[in-house]
């Protein structure tokens, strides 16, 4: 017996148990994420660091870094978030972090 699966449509989706819990899917982003590599300096913790910026949004970033770091810490990152990829500066929330780095969401 052949065993046949749906097409993937690049999208995951939650169990039902989860979503009965309000757990959204990994996919939900609002913008399109840019693959770079960027050195980069920010502010968080009171202190100076410098990193990589990996991939870019409108919405946020990540920042491969080595460092502690606390989901919900303030930070501030200068980057080529301008059009014409100038440096300016961003403020924002540190809303993951893993063994590589940080995840970035953008405030206004």
Do not use: W
Request: hydrophobic share 35%; aromatic share 6%.
């Amino acid at each position: 017996m052949v065993k046949r699966s749906r097409p993937q449509t690049g999208r995951s989706k939650p169990s039902p148990a989860l979503r009965r819990h309000g757990v959204k899917s990994r996919n939900t982003r609002v913008h399109v994420r840019k693959t770079c590599f960027v050195e980069t300096h920010f502010a968080a913790n009171r202190q100076l660091f410098e990193g990589v910026i990996k991939n870019l949004s409108a919405g946020g970033t990540y920042i491969q870094v080595k460092g502690r770091f606390h989901v919900g810490g303030d930070i501030i990152v200068a980057g080529p978030f301008a059009a014409n990829q100038d440096d300016v500066k961003r403020r924002g929330k540190i809303v993951r972090m893993d063994g590589q780095g940080i995840g970035v969401r953008f405030v206004q």
